[in-house]
């Protein structure tokens, strides 16, 4: 069966929304998107629309290059799919690109799993809902606990996931860009060592 490989991306943004969620949960990383290929030239997630205003959120594709995310710090993380699966993915995350103008930004569900409790909102999610939805959706992962409880780090917890990489997102491209440049492609992935180096 031919495989590929999915990463999911957690990052911290030093925002003050970012920081007052760490307050909370006591975790480096508190915001999760999901991509298909080992560079992020597209990145998926909910998150907001305009980066000056937390509030006004929705489903995303981000750009890792913008100003937003020129100073995030993040783990990259790899898990190899099906081809199947892989382009369930894909076609599920178009449809909910397709349908986007019906989605929101699920700020009732985050504060809800602050208290553990459940809140399941038709057409809205946060982060990590939305990444585990995709997973679980598509049969990639199958989670123990509600997805409108699931926080970045539960994603990658018990999960076939690798880390690939630990370090300043902007200099994340450049080290895979030179990886590909040394390594016949499709070959390894980045080194946690190597990158934690920078």
Known sequence: ???????????????????????????????????????????????????????????????????????????????????????EMKCFIQKINDEKSLYRYNLLGLFAILLNKQLNRKYAFFCSQFVATVLQECECVHFSKPLSLITPQDLIKGNDFHLVYEGKLRNYRELEQRDRSLVPHGTRDLSPRSSLSI
């Open 1 to 87: 069966m031919d495989e590929k490989k999915i990463y999911i991306l957690l990052t911290d943004t030093g925002t003050l929304f970012t920081r007052l969620i760490k307050l909370y949960t006591k975790k480096s990383f508190n915001h999760a998107s999901i991509s298909f290929d080992r560079s992020l030239s597209e990145v998926y997630s909910f998150g907001r629309k305009t980066p000056s205003n937390p509030f006004i959120g929705g489903f995303v594709k981000e750009n890792i290059e913008s100003h937003f995310f020129n100073l995030a710090t993040c783990r990259v993380y790899s898990c190899t799919v099906s081809t199947i699966q892989y382009e």
